[in-house]
Protein backbone atom coordinates (compact mmCIF):
# COMPACT_ATOMS: atom_id res chain seq x y z
CA UNK A 1 0.00 0.00 0.00
CA UNK A 2 1.20 3.64 -0.46
CA UNK A 3 1.69 5.96 1.62
CA UNK A 4 -1.58 7.88 1.76
CA UNK A 5 -3.36 4.11 1.73
CA UNK A 6 -1.62 4.11 5.06
CA UNK A 7 -2.40 7.12 6.29
CA UNK A 8 -5.98 6.63 5.33
CA UNK A 9 -6.04 3.57 7.19
CA UNK A 10 -4.55 5.25 10.28
CA UNK A 11 -7.08 7.85 10.46
CA UNK A 12 -9.67 5.37 10.03
CA UNK A 13 -8.40 3.16 12.99
CA UNK A 14 -7.34 6.33 15.07
CA UNK A 15 -11.77 7.30 14.39
CA UNK A 16 -12.62 4.14 15.68
CA UNK A 17 -10.82 3.96 19.19
CA UNK A 18 -12.25 7.62 19.54
CA UNK A 19 -15.87 6.77 18.42
CA UNK A 20 -15.63 3.76 20.65
CA UNK A 21 -14.02 5.09 23.91
CA UNK A 22 -15.82 8.53 23.59
CA UNK A 23 -13.00 10.49 24.73
CA UNK A 24 -13.30 12.98 22.27
CA UNK A 25 -16.83 14.42 21.22
CA UNK A 26 -17.84 12.46 18.30
CA UNK A 27 -18.77 15.35 16.69
CA UNK A 28 -15.29 16.44 16.77
CA UNK A 29 -13.91 13.40 16.15
CA UNK A 30 -16.11 13.01 12.94
CA UNK A 31 -15.08 16.95 11.64
CA UNK A 32 -11.66 16.66 11.80
CA UNK A 33 -11.35 13.74 9.43
CA UNK A 34 -11.49 16.17 6.90
CA UNK A 35 -9.53 18.58 7.75
CA UNK A 36 -6.88 15.40 8.76
CA UNK A 37 -6.80 13.39 5.31
CA UNK A 38 -6.52 16.73 3.43
CA UNK A 39 -3.28 17.71 5.74
CA UNK A 40 -1.92 14.01 4.71
CA UNK A 41 -2.45 14.61 1.48
CA UNK A 42 -4.67 11.29 1.33
CA UNK A 43 -7.25 13.94 -0.23
CA UNK A 44 -4.99 16.41 -2.28
CA UNK A 45 -8.66 18.23 -3.26
CA UNK A 46 -10.37 20.06 -0.62
CA UNK A 47 -13.55 19.07 -2.88
CA UNK A 48 -12.81 16.01 -2.34
CA UNK A 49 -12.42 16.45 1.86
CA UNK A 50 -15.59 19.17 2.17
CA UNK A 51 -17.90 16.63 -0.25
CA UNK A 52 -20.00 15.22 2.84
CA UNK A 53 -21.32 19.64 3.12
CA UNK A 54 -22.80 19.09 -0.35
CA UNK A 55 -23.94 15.82 -0.07
CA UNK A 56 -27.53 15.17 -1.45
CA UNK A 57 -28.11 12.56 1.77
CA UNK A 58 -26.87 15.13 3.88
CA UNK A 59 -29.44 17.51 2.63
CA UNK A 60 -32.37 15.11 2.50
CA UNK A 61 -31.83 13.21 6.22
CA UNK A 62 -31.50 16.90 7.62
CA UNK A 63 -34.78 17.79 6.26
CA UNK A 64 -36.62 14.71 7.24
CA UNK A 65 -35.16 15.25 10.95
CA UNK A 66 -37.48 18.53 10.34
CA UNK A 67 -40.29 16.44 9.02
CA UNK A 68 -40.29 14.23 11.79
CA UNK A 69 -40.50 16.95 14.13
CA UNK A 70 -43.50 18.87 12.69
CA UNK A 71 -45.04 15.22 12.38
CA UNK A 72 -44.64 15.23 16.23
CA UNK A 73 -45.41 18.38 17.23
CA UNK A 74 -48.77 18.89 14.95
CA UNK A 75 -49.69 15.64 17.12
CA UNK A 76 -50.14 13.40 14.36
CA UNK A 77 -48.00 10.54 16.09
CA UNK A 78 -49.64 11.63 19.67
CA UNK A 79 -53.31 10.94 17.58
CA UNK A 80 -51.46 7.46 16.83
CA UNK A 81 -50.49 7.17 20.13
CA UNK A 82 -53.97 8.02 21.87
CA UNK A 83 -55.24 4.83 19.33
CA UNK A 84 -52.96 2.43 20.69
CA UNK A 85 -54.14 2.89 24.28
CA UNK A 86 -57.76 2.99 23.31
CA UNK A 87 -57.59 -0.07 21.56
CA UNK A 88 -55.15 -2.35 23.54
CA UNK A 89 -58.07 -3.44 26.21
CA UNK A 90 -56.32 -5.35 29.45
CA UNK A 91 -54.14 -7.64 27.57
CA UNK A 92 -50.75 -7.28 27.91
CA UNK A 93 -50.01 -9.39 24.45
CA UNK A 94 -52.46 -7.31 22.70
CA UNK A 95 -50.91 -4.47 23.98
CA UNK A 96 -47.33 -5.03 22.65
CA UNK A 97 -48.14 -6.46 19.51
CA UNK A 98 -50.26 -3.05 18.56
CA UNK A 99 -47.45 -0.73 20.07
CA UNK A 100 -44.28 -3.37 18.35
CA UNK A 101 -46.37 -2.85 14.61
CA UNK A 102 -47.16 0.66 14.98
CA UNK A 103 -44.34 2.23 15.95
CA UNK A 104 -42.17 0.54 13.00
CA UNK A 105 -44.99 1.71 10.86
CA UNK A 106 -44.30 5.31 11.91
CA UNK A 107 -40.61 4.83 12.07
CA UNK A 108 -40.60 3.93 8.30
CA UNK A 109 -41.13 7.80 7.86
CA UNK A 110 -40.15 9.15 10.95
CA UNK A 111 -37.01 9.51 12.37
CA UNK A 112 -36.62 6.48 15.03
CA UNK A 113 -35.88 8.66 17.71
CA UNK A 114 -38.56 10.87 17.35
CA UNK A 115 -41.22 7.72 17.33
CA UNK A 116 -39.66 6.65 20.65
CA UNK A 117 -39.65 10.41 21.83
CA UNK A 118 -43.43 10.51 20.88
CA UNK A 119 -44.37 6.88 22.27
CA UNK A 120 -42.37 6.42 25.34
CA UNK A 121 -44.66 8.77 27.91
CA UNK A 122 -47.51 7.09 26.04
CA UNK A 123 -46.65 3.07 27.01
CA UNK A 124 -45.26 4.32 30.26
CA UNK A 125 -49.16 5.73 31.18
CA UNK A 126 -50.46 2.31 29.59
CA UNK A 127 -48.24 0.40 31.98
CA UNK A 128 -48.76 2.53 34.79
CA UNK A 129 -52.86 2.01 34.46
CA UNK A 130 -52.37 -1.96 33.08
CA UNK A 131 -50.10 -1.91 36.76
CA UNK A 132 -47.49 -3.84 34.19
CA UNK A 133 -43.62 -2.62 34.86
CA UNK A 134 -42.55 -0.33 31.90
CA UNK A 135 -39.50 -2.79 31.61
CA UNK A 136 -42.06 -5.28 29.51
CA UNK A 137 -42.45 -2.93 27.17
CA UNK A 138 -40.35 -0.06 26.62
CA UNK A 139 -36.97 -2.27 25.08
CA UNK A 140 -39.37 -3.59 22.34
CA UNK A 141 -40.27 -0.19 21.80
CA UNK A 142 -37.17 0.63 21.09
CA UNK A 143 -36.25 -2.46 18.77
CA UNK A 144 -39.41 -1.92 16.88
CA UNK A 145 -38.39 2.05 15.94
CA UNK A 146 -34.92 0.53 14.67
CA UNK A 147 -36.74 -2.29 12.92
CA UNK A 148 -39.30 0.12 11.13
CA UNK A 149 -36.35 1.82 10.28
CA UNK A 150 -35.67 -1.13 7.60
CA UNK A 151 -38.84 -0.28 5.78
CA UNK A 152 -38.16 2.49 3.50
CA UNK A 153 -35.77 5.36 1.76
CA UNK A 154 -35.94 7.21 4.43
CA UNK A 155 -36.22 4.81 7.66
CA UNK A 156 -32.88 5.21 8.60
CA UNK A 157 -29.67 7.35 7.31
CA UNK A 158 -28.18 4.70 6.39
CA UNK A 159 -30.37 3.96 3.93
CA UNK A 160 -29.82 7.35 2.58
CA UNK A 161 -26.49 6.77 2.47
CA UNK A 162 -26.58 3.46 0.47
CA UNK A 163 -29.04 4.70 -1.97
CA UNK A 164 -26.89 8.05 -2.70
CA UNK A 165 -24.11 5.55 -3.61
CA UNK A 166 -25.66 3.42 -5.38
CA UNK A 167 -27.19 6.99 -7.28
CA UNK A 168 -23.50 7.69 -7.97
CA UNK A 169 -21.90 4.60 -9.05
CA UNK A 170 -25.34 3.38 -11.75
CA UNK A 171 -26.99 6.74 -12.01
CA UNK A 172 -29.95 5.29 -10.16
CA UNK A 173 -30.58 5.28 -6.65
CA UNK A 174 -33.54 2.90 -4.67
CA UNK A 175 -37.09 4.06 -4.54
CA UNK A 176 -39.10 4.69 -1.00
CA UNK A 177 -39.97 0.82 -0.95
CA UNK A 178 -37.13 -0.62 -2.46
CA UNK A 179 -35.76 -1.32 0.48
CA UNK A 180 -39.29 -3.14 1.96
CA UNK A 181 -38.63 -5.89 -0.02
CA UNK A 182 -36.46 -7.79 2.40
CA UNK A 183 -36.84 -5.08 5.02
CA UNK A 184 -40.65 -5.70 5.63
CA UNK A 185 -39.56 -9.99 6.40
CA UNK A 186 -37.16 -8.59 8.60
CA UNK A 187 -39.61 -6.16 10.69
CA UNK A 188 -41.77 -8.84 10.90
CA UNK A 189 -39.56 -11.80 12.27
CA UNK A 190 -38.43 -9.21 14.25
CA UNK A 191 -41.59 -8.29 16.11
CA UNK A 192 -42.27 -12.05 15.99
CA UNK A 193 -39.64 -12.68 17.92
CA UNK A 194 -40.25 -9.68 20.79
CA UNK A 195 -43.77 -11.55 20.93
CA UNK A 196 -42.61 -15.02 21.66
CA UNK A 197 -39.04 -15.36 22.80
CA UNK A 198 -38.50 -11.95 23.45
CA UNK A 199 -40.85 -11.57 25.74
CA UNK A 200 -39.53 -14.06 28.24
CA UNK A 201 -36.76 -12.80 27.84
CA UNK A 202 -37.45 -9.58 29.36
CA UNK A 203 -36.41 -8.08 33.05
CA UNK A 204 -39.21 -8.76 35.37
CA UNK A 205 -38.60 -5.35 37.37
CA UNK A 206 -40.86 -4.58 40.00
CA UNK A 207 -43.52 -1.86 39.45
CA UNK A 208 -42.28 0.24 42.54
CA UNK A 209 -38.93 0.55 40.62
CA UNK A 210 -39.83 0.58 37.52
CA UNK A 211 -42.37 3.97 38.92
CA UNK A 212 -39.05 5.76 40.10
CA UNK A 213 -37.29 5.62 36.95
CA UNK A 214 -40.78 6.31 34.57
CA UNK A 215 -40.22 10.09 34.50
CA UNK A 216 -42.67 12.93 34.14
CA UNK A 217 -46.17 12.36 34.33
CA UNK A 218 -48.51 12.37 31.41
CA UNK A 219 -51.29 15.82 31.14
CA UNK A 220 -53.91 13.02 31.44
CA UNK A 221 -52.51 11.83 35.14
CA UNK A 222 -51.52 15.17 36.77
CA UNK A 223 -55.20 15.97 36.41
CA UNK A 224 -56.29 12.59 37.53
CA UNK A 225 -53.15 13.13 40.43
CA UNK A 226 -55.14 16.57 41.11
CA UNK A 227 -58.00 15.07 41.38
CA UNK A 228 -59.50 17.69 38.59
CA UNK A 229 -60.60 15.32 36.15
CA UNK A 230 -64.41 16.02 36.68
CA UNK A 231 -63.57 19.59 36.90
CA UNK A 232 -62.94 20.25 32.84
CA UNK A 233 -66.32 21.37 31.75
CA UNK A 234 -67.59 22.42 28.12
CA UNK A 235 -69.99 25.14 27.69
CA UNK A 236 -71.37 27.13 24.88
CA UNK A 237 -72.94 30.44 24.34
CA UNK A 238 -76.29 30.13 22.72
CA UNK A 239 -78.62 32.99 21.06
CA UNK A 240 -80.11 32.77 24.17
CA UNK A 241 -77.16 33.17 26.94
CA UNK A 242 -76.90 36.35 29.25
CA UNK A 243 -73.37 35.97 28.48
CA UNK A 244 -73.21 36.89 24.66
CA UNK A 245 -71.48 40.69 24.30
CA UNK A 246 -70.04 40.14 27.98
CA UNK A 247 -66.67 40.95 28.42
CA UNK A 248 -64.55 38.35 30.91
CA UNK A 249 -64.54 40.78 33.50
CA UNK A 250 -67.93 41.74 33.71
CA UNK A 251 -69.07 37.82 33.53
CA UNK A 252 -67.42 37.15 36.98
CA UNK A 253 -66.46 33.40 36.41
CA UNK A 254 -64.10 33.24 38.97
CA UNK A 255 -65.72 35.77 41.71
CA UNK A 256 -69.27 34.49 41.60
CA UNK A 257 -68.62 30.69 40.58
CA UNK A 258 -65.17 29.66 41.29
CA UNK A 259 -64.43 28.93 37.68
CA UNK A 260 -61.66 29.53 35.62
CA UNK A 261 -61.70 29.57 32.06
CA UNK A 262 -58.85 27.75 30.47
CA UNK A 263 -59.29 28.19 26.46
CA UNK A 264 -61.88 29.43 24.27
CA UNK A 265 -62.93 27.66 20.34
CA UNK A 266 -64.29 30.26 18.04
CA UNK A 267 -65.47 29.17 14.71
CA UNK A 268 -62.75 30.93 12.51
CA UNK A 269 -63.38 30.30 8.39
CA UNK A 270 -63.70 26.32 7.54
CA UNK A 271 -62.04 25.68 11.40
CA UNK A 272 -61.65 26.62 14.88
CA UNK A 273 -59.61 29.38 16.24
CA UNK A 274 -58.68 28.06 19.86
CA UNK A 275 -56.93 30.56 22.43
CA UNK A 276 -56.59 31.35 26.12
CA UNK A 277 -58.37 34.93 27.07
CA UNK A 278 -57.53 37.87 28.23
CA UNK A 279 -60.33 40.08 30.85
CA UNK A 280 -60.61 42.18 27.58
CA UNK A 281 -62.28 39.11 25.96
CA UNK A 282 -65.76 39.11 24.69
CA UNK A 283 -68.31 36.36 24.40
CA UNK A 284 -69.51 35.25 21.31
CA UNK A 285 -72.23 33.70 19.58
CA UNK A 286 -71.14 29.47 19.41
CA UNK A 287 -67.82 30.24 21.58
CA UNK A 288 -67.55 26.84 23.22
CA UNK A 289 -65.57 27.77 26.84
CA UNK A 290 -63.36 25.41 28.02
CA UNK A 291 -63.68 25.67 32.28
CA UNK A 292 -61.93 24.27 35.05
CA UNK A 293 -63.77 24.57 38.59
CA UNK A 294 -66.34 22.32 40.47
CA UNK A 295 -69.03 20.45 38.80
CA UNK A 296 -71.93 21.90 40.21
CA UNK A 297 -71.16 25.56 39.91
CA UNK A 298 -70.17 24.86 36.31
CA UNK A 299 -73.89 23.78 35.59
CA UNK A 300 -75.08 26.45 38.02
CA UNK A 301 -73.48 28.92 35.67
CA UNK A 302 -75.12 27.35 32.42
CA UNK A 303 -78.18 27.43 33.98
CA UNK A 304 -77.46 31.12 35.33
CA UNK A 305 -76.79 32.30 31.73
CA UNK A 306 -79.21 29.89 29.93
CA UNK A 307 -76.06 28.63 28.20
CA UNK A 308 -75.68 24.96 26.98
CA UNK A 309 -73.47 22.50 29.23
CA UNK A 310 -71.59 19.12 27.77
CA UNK A 311 -70.75 16.58 30.27
CA UNK A 312 -67.30 17.01 32.07
CA UNK A 313 -64.32 14.71 32.42
CA UNK A 314 -61.43 13.62 30.00
CA UNK A 315 -63.26 13.79 26.69
CA UNK A 316 -62.68 17.49 27.59
CA UNK A 317 -59.25 17.56 28.62
CA UNK A 318 -58.18 15.58 25.36
CA UNK A 319 -59.96 18.68 23.38
CA UNK A 320 -58.03 20.76 25.07
CA UNK A 321 -54.95 19.21 24.99
CA UNK A 322 -55.60 18.66 21.25
CA UNK A 323 -55.36 22.54 20.42
CA UNK A 324 -52.13 23.63 21.73
CA UNK A 325 -52.43 23.91 25.29
CA UNK A 326 -51.09 22.24 27.85
CA UNK A 327 -51.32 21.12 31.67
CA UNK A 328 -47.76 21.51 33.58
CA UNK A 329 -46.76 21.13 36.96
CA UNK A 330 -43.93 23.96 38.71
CA UNK A 331 -42.76 23.79 42.44
CA UNK A 332 -41.53 26.57 43.86
CA UNK A 333 -37.84 27.11 45.02
CA UNK A 334 -36.73 27.94 48.15
CA UNK A 335 -35.22 31.51 47.02
CA UNK A 336 -38.10 32.33 44.66
CA UNK A 337 -39.20 35.78 45.07
CA UNK A 338 -42.95 35.42 44.45
CA UNK A 339 -42.63 33.37 47.99
CA UNK A 340 -45.22 35.32 50.42
CA UNK A 341 -46.88 36.44 47.96
CA UNK A 342 -50.42 35.17 46.77
CA UNK A 343 -51.48 34.29 43.19
CA UNK A 344 -54.24 37.21 43.15
CA UNK A 345 -51.30 40.02 43.74
CA UNK A 346 -48.56 38.45 41.56
CA UNK A 347 -51.31 38.84 38.88
CA UNK A 348 -49.73 35.63 37.64
CA UNK A 349 -52.59 35.29 34.87
CA UNK A 350 -51.91 38.67 33.40
CA UNK A 351 -47.70 38.10 33.81
CA UNK A 352 -47.17 34.21 32.98
CA UNK A 353 -50.03 34.21 30.26
CA UNK A 354 -51.20 30.69 32.42
CA UNK A 355 -54.09 29.85 34.61
CA UNK A 356 -53.11 28.14 38.09
CA UNK A 357 -55.75 25.67 38.80
CA UNK A 358 -54.23 24.31 42.27
CA UNK A 359 -51.91 24.31 44.61
CA UNK A 360 -49.99 21.31 45.97
CA UNK A 361 -49.03 21.82 49.49
CA UNK A 362 -48.47 19.27 52.43
CA UNK A 363 -48.89 16.19 50.39
CA UNK A 364 -52.66 17.13 48.57
CA UNK A 365 -53.78 19.60 46.52
CA UNK A 366 -55.83 22.93 47.40
CA UNK A 367 -58.53 23.24 44.48
CA UNK A 368 -60.43 26.02 46.44
CA UNK A 369 -59.82 29.92 47.28
CA UNK A 370 -56.25 29.19 46.83
CA UNK A 371 -55.88 32.19 45.03
CA UNK A 372 -55.39 33.80 48.07
CA UNK A 373 -52.96 31.83 49.43
CA UNK A 374 -49.22 33.00 50.65
CA UNK A 375 -46.92 31.03 48.48
CA UNK A 376 -44.03 28.42 50.15
CA UNK A 377 -41.25 26.91 49.03
CA UNK A 378 -41.81 23.93 48.11
CA UNK A 379 -45.38 24.24 46.98
CA UNK A 380 -46.12 23.02 43.38
CA UNK A 381 -48.64 24.66 41.17
CA UNK A 382 -50.56 22.91 38.63
CA UNK A 383 -50.86 25.33 34.91
CA UNK A 384 -53.09 25.80 32.08
CA UNK A 385 -52.19 27.40 29.01
CA UNK A 386 -51.03 27.37 25.63
CA UNK A 387 -47.60 25.19 25.13
CA UNK A 388 -45.53 28.34 23.98
CA UNK A 389 -46.47 29.74 27.73
CA UNK A 390 -45.43 26.69 29.71
CA UNK A 391 -42.48 26.87 27.51
CA UNK A 392 -41.19 30.60 28.41
CA UNK A 393 -42.17 29.73 32.05
CA UNK A 394 -39.42 26.90 32.12
CA UNK A 395 -36.50 29.97 31.56
CA UNK A 396 -38.10 31.72 34.94
CA UNK A 397 -35.96 31.62 38.15
CA UNK A 398 -38.74 31.74 40.23
CA UNK A 399 -40.05 28.34 39.12
CA UNK A 400 -38.61 24.80 38.49
CA UNK A 401 -40.72 23.19 35.47
CA UNK A 402 -41.27 19.21 36.53
CA UNK A 403 -43.19 17.87 33.42
CA UNK A 404 -42.16 18.55 30.23
CA UNK A 405 -43.55 19.67 27.01
CA UNK A 406 -42.82 16.91 24.64
CA UNK A 407 -46.41 15.49 24.36
CA UNK A 408 -47.62 18.67 23.41
CA UNK A 409 -49.77 18.48 20.27
CA UNK A 410 -52.03 21.02 17.71
CA UNK A 411 -54.12 18.89 16.07
CA UNK A 412 -55.23 21.88 14.21
CA UNK A 413 -51.82 21.31 12.02
CA UNK A 414 -52.39 17.90 12.02
CA UNK A 415 -53.54 17.62 7.78
CA UNK A 416 -51.02 20.51 7.53
CA UNK A 417 -48.63 18.03 8.32
CA UNK A 418 -49.68 15.34 6.97
CA UNK A 419 -49.37 17.21 3.61
CA UNK A 420 -45.97 18.88 4.03
CA UNK A 421 -44.63 15.47 4.62
CA UNK A 422 -47.05 14.12 1.35
CA UNK A 423 -44.97 16.59 -1.11
CA UNK A 424 -41.34 14.85 0.29
CA UNK A 425 -42.90 11.58 -0.39
CA UNK A 426 -44.68 11.64 -3.30
CA UNK A 427 -42.18 13.14 -6.15
CA UNK A 428 -39.35 10.64 -5.44
CA UNK A 429 -41.90 8.12 -6.05
CA UNK A 430 -43.48 9.35 -9.46
CA UNK A 431 -39.91 9.95 -10.20
CA UNK A 432 -40.30 13.75 -10.70
CA UNK A 433 -37.80 15.07 -8.43
CA UNK A 434 -35.06 13.64 -6.28
CA UNK A 435 -35.72 12.91 -2.69
CA UNK A 436 -33.10 15.41 -1.40
CA UNK A 437 -34.96 17.98 -3.19
CA UNK A 438 -38.52 17.35 -2.59
CA UNK A 439 -37.50 16.85 1.13
CA UNK A 440 -36.33 20.16 1.36
CA UNK A 441 -39.45 21.76 0.18
CA UNK A 442 -41.37 19.59 2.68
CA UNK A 443 -39.20 20.61 5.50
CA UNK A 444 -39.23 24.71 4.36
CA UNK A 445 -43.15 24.11 4.02
CA UNK A 446 -43.31 22.33 7.62
CA UNK A 447 -41.99 26.05 8.77
CA UNK A 448 -43.83 28.22 6.61
CA UNK A 449 -46.90 26.28 7.75
CA UNK A 450 -45.95 26.74 11.40
CA UNK A 451 -46.58 23.09 12.20
CA UNK A 452 -42.78 23.20 13.35
CA UNK A 453 -41.68 26.79 14.78
CA UNK A 454 -38.71 28.10 13.19
CA UNK A 455 -37.31 28.81 16.77
CA UNK A 456 -37.99 24.81 17.91
CA UNK A 457 -36.53 23.58 14.75
CA UNK A 458 -32.72 23.15 15.82
CA UNK A 459 -34.02 21.42 19.24
CA UNK A 460 -34.93 18.01 16.72
CA UNK A 461 -32.02 18.39 14.38
CA UNK A 462 -29.88 15.75 15.65
CA UNK A 463 -26.31 17.33 15.12
CA UNK A 464 -24.02 14.75 15.67
CA UNK A 465 -25.93 12.66 12.66
CA UNK A 466 -25.28 15.14 10.71
CA UNK A 467 -21.58 15.80 11.39
CA UNK A 468 -20.78 11.78 11.26
CA UNK A 469 -22.17 11.69 8.25
CA UNK A 470 -20.46 14.94 7.10
CA UNK A 471 -16.88 13.67 8.52
CA UNK A 472 -17.13 10.06 7.27
CA UNK A 473 -18.02 10.85 3.79
CA UNK A 474 -14.24 11.86 2.91
CA UNK A 475 -13.18 8.91 4.30
CA UNK A 476 -15.01 6.85 2.34
CA UNK A 477 -13.84 8.33 -0.09
CA UNK A 478 -10.05 7.88 0.62
CA UNK A 479 -10.23 4.40 1.46
CA UNK A 480 -11.69 3.41 -2.43
CA UNK A 481 -9.34 6.02 -3.93
CA UNK A 482 -6.05 4.48 -2.39
CA UNK A 483 -7.05 0.34 -2.86
CA UNK A 484 -8.28 0.08 0.76
CA UNK A 485 -11.56 -0.78 -0.70
CA UNK A 486 -10.04 -3.39 -3.12
CA UNK A 487 -8.03 -5.15 -0.86
CA UNK A 488 -10.70 -6.10 1.86
CA UNK A 489 -13.43 -6.48 -0.65
CA UNK A 490 -11.08 -9.51 -2.07
CA UNK A 491 -10.48 -11.35 1.50
CA UNK A 492 -14.13 -11.04 1.52
CA UNK A 493 -14.67 -12.39 -2.08
CA UNK A 494 -12.07 -14.88 -1.16
CA UNK A 495 -14.51 -16.90 0.84
CA UNK A 496 -17.00 -17.28 -1.91
CA UNK A 497 -14.93 -20.48 -3.12
CA UNK A 498 -16.36 -22.07 0.59
CA UNK A 499 -19.32 -20.39 2.06
CA UNK A 500 -20.98 -19.25 -1.71
CA UNK A 501 -22.35 -15.40 -1.99
CA UNK A 502 -24.15 -15.64 1.82
CA UNK A 503 -20.80 -15.76 3.11
CA UNK A 504 -19.80 -12.39 1.54
CA UNK A 505 -22.72 -10.72 2.58
CA UNK A 506 -22.58 -12.18 6.37
CA UNK A 507 -19.16 -10.63 6.26
CA UNK A 508 -20.81 -7.05 4.95
CA UNK A 509 -23.64 -7.83 7.19
CA UNK A 510 -21.07 -8.56 10.23
CA UNK A 511 -18.50 -5.61 9.59
CA UNK A 512 -21.57 -3.31 9.42
CA UNK A 513 -23.21 -4.14 12.67
CA UNK A 514 -20.01 -4.24 14.60
CA UNK A 515 -18.65 -0.59 12.86
CA UNK A 516 -22.78 0.75 13.62
CA UNK A 517 -22.43 -0.34 17.33
CA UNK A 518 -18.88 1.11 18.37
CA UNK A 519 -19.33 4.60 16.61
CA UNK A 520 -22.65 4.92 14.38
CA UNK A 521 -24.65 3.57 11.77
CA UNK A 522 -24.04 6.27 9.44
CA UNK A 523 -20.20 6.58 9.81
CA UNK A 524 -20.82 2.32 8.60
CA UNK A 525 -22.65 3.11 5.50
CA UNK A 526 -20.14 5.68 4.16
CA UNK A 527 -17.17 3.63 5.08
CA UNK A 528 -18.65 0.00 3.86
CA UNK A 529 -20.27 1.52 0.76
CA UNK A 530 -16.99 1.38 -1.55
CA UNK A 531 -16.35 -2.58 0.02
CA UNK A 532 -19.85 -3.46 -0.86
CA UNK A 533 -19.24 -2.25 -4.35
CA UNK A 534 -16.15 -3.38 -4.98
CA UNK A 535 -16.67 -6.98 -3.63
CA UNK A 536 -19.89 -6.97 -5.86
CA UNK A 537 -18.10 -6.38 -9.22
CA UNK A 538 -15.11 -8.81 -8.01
CA UNK A 539 -17.88 -11.54 -7.73
CA UNK A 540 -20.04 -10.31 -11.20
CA UNK A 541 -23.09 -9.46 -9.16
CA UNK A 542 -25.42 -6.64 -8.68
CA UNK A 543 -24.03 -4.23 -6.63
CA UNK A 544 -27.59 -3.61 -5.05
CA UNK A 545 -27.66 -6.66 -2.79
CA UNK A 546 -24.31 -5.80 -1.68
CA UNK A 547 -25.46 -2.48 -0.64
CA UNK A 548 -28.55 -3.77 1.15
CA UNK A 549 -26.15 -6.40 2.55
CA UNK A 550 -24.47 -3.26 4.59
CA UNK A 551 -27.60 -1.37 5.14
CA UNK A 552 -29.12 -3.90 6.88
CA UNK A 553 -26.29 -4.97 9.06
CA UNK A 554 -25.92 -0.86 9.69
CA UNK A 555 -29.75 -1.01 11.46
CA UNK A 556 -28.56 -3.93 13.53
CA UNK A 557 -27.89 -1.90 16.53
CA UNK A 558 -29.88 -3.95 19.50
CA UNK A 559 -27.35 -5.97 21.79
CA UNK A 560 -26.00 -2.81 24.07
CA UNK A 561 -27.61 -0.03 24.92
CA UNK A 562 -25.17 2.61 23.64
CA UNK A 563 -25.51 0.64 19.94
CA UNK A 564 -28.47 3.39 19.41
CA UNK A 565 -30.39 6.29 20.46
CA UNK A 566 -33.54 4.42 20.90
CA UNK A 567 -31.75 2.41 23.27
CA UNK A 568 -30.92 4.62 25.56
CA UNK A 569 -33.98 6.63 25.19
CA UNK A 570 -35.85 3.63 26.98
CA UNK A 571 -32.62 2.49 29.34
CA UNK A 572 -33.49 4.80 32.04
CA UNK A 573 -37.45 4.42 31.99
CA UNK A 574 -37.35 1.10 31.95
CA UNK A 575 -34.35 0.23 34.31
CA UNK A 576 -32.72 -1.75 32.09
CA UNK A 577 -29.14 -2.62 32.66
CA UNK A 578 -26.35 -3.63 29.52
CA UNK A 579 -27.14 -7.26 30.27
CA UNK A 580 -30.58 -7.05 29.32
CA UNK A 581 -30.52 -5.67 26.31
CA UNK A 582 -27.44 -8.15 25.31
CA UNK A 583 -30.01 -10.98 26.51
CA UNK A 584 -33.28 -9.67 24.57
CA UNK A 585 -31.04 -8.05 21.76
CA UNK A 586 -28.54 -10.79 20.70
CA UNK A 587 -31.44 -13.62 19.60
CA UNK A 588 -32.78 -10.73 18.14
CA UNK A 589 -29.75 -9.81 16.14
CA UNK A 590 -29.42 -13.22 15.38
CA UNK A 591 -33.06 -13.97 13.64
CA UNK A 592 -32.60 -10.30 11.86
CA UNK A 593 -29.37 -11.08 10.74
CA UNK A 594 -30.69 -14.70 9.24
CA UNK A 595 -33.92 -13.58 7.30
CA UNK A 596 -31.61 -10.74 5.44
CA UNK A 597 -28.72 -12.51 4.95
CA UNK A 598 -31.16 -15.57 3.44
CA UNK A 599 -33.84 -13.31 1.42
CA UNK A 600 -30.46 -11.80 -0.24
CA UNK A 601 -28.93 -14.34 -1.56
CA UNK A 602 -31.93 -15.76 -2.92
CA UNK A 603 -32.96 -13.08 -5.06
Not at 29 to 49: E, K, Q, R
Not at 256 to 284: C, E, K, N
Not at 304 to 318: A, C, F, H, K, V
Not at 461 to 488: R, S
Request: net charge negative.
Amino acid sequence: MTFHAWASLIILVIAAVLFLTRWVRLEVVALSIPVALFLTGALDSASDALAGFGNHAVIAIASIFVLSAGIQESGVAALLSRLIHRFSGSSNFKKLAIICTTVAGLSAFMSNAATVAVFLPVVIALARRSKTSPSHLLMPLGFAAILGGNLTLIGTSSNLLVSDYIMQKTGEGLSMFDFGRIGLPICAAGILYLLTLGRGLLPRIDNKTAQQTAGPMLPEQLIQEYGLVGNIARMQIGSASSLLGQSLAEAGLGHDYQLTLVAVSRRAGLGHHWFMPDASFHFQLGDDLYLEGPEIEAWRLAEDTLSRMGLPGERQIEKVLDHGFAFAEVSIPPRSEIIGHSLCELDFRGKYGLNALSVWRDGKAITENFTELELQPADALLLAGPVASVRRIKGEEDFVLLTATNDARDFGKAFLAIGCLSVALLPPLLGIAPLAMSALLGAVLMILTKCLPIERAGLFMEWKVLAMIIGTIPLGIAIEQHGIADLVANNLVSVAPVLGVAGVFTGLYLLAALISITSSNAAAAVILSPIAARAALAMEMDITNALLAVAFGCSCAFVVPFAHQCNLMVAAPGGYRTQDFFRVGAGLSVVVAVVAIALLSLV
